[in-house]
């Protein structure tokens, strides 16, 4: 099986529910505590990649972060919606499991078993 890295918050009870179901199957994913060490911009652009969506689909428009930088205004282009994440990792939605050259965000928790075999 293609090695697996889980994105994790452990105060996230998504995130934590997410790493269950895949220790449940046997599975133990690297885990990016994010917030510990927040990706670089070209990690989280791989990682969009990945992903398939845009910046302004990874972030947690809830977080007080989000309204005080005024991410929700049109006019902020990609690399400054990612350099925000870098600078403020909390608005990095999560968890997002990687398996190989695909990943998905686990909301709800079971997406994450999309990924497996």
Do not use: F, W
Request: proline share 9%.
């Amino acid at each position: 099986m293609t090695d697996l890295t889980l994105y994790h918050n452990p105060r996230c009870s998504k995130s934590r529910g997410a790493l269950q179901l895949l220790e449940e199957r046997g599975l133990n994913p690297s885990i990016v505590r994010y917030l510990e060490t927040p990706p670089s911009a070209a990690q989280l652009q791989a990682l969009l990649d990945k992903l398939g969506i845009g910046a302004r689909q990874l972030l947690r428009s809830g977080e007080e972060e989000y309204r005080s930088l005024n991410l929700g205004s049109p006019d902020l282009s990609e690399a400054q919606l990612i350099e925000a994440m870098v600078k403020h990792p909390k608005l990095i939605e999560r968890p997002i499991l990687i398996a190989g050259d695909r990943a998905v965000i686990g909301r709800p928790p079971e997406k994450v078993l999309e990924l497996l075999p």
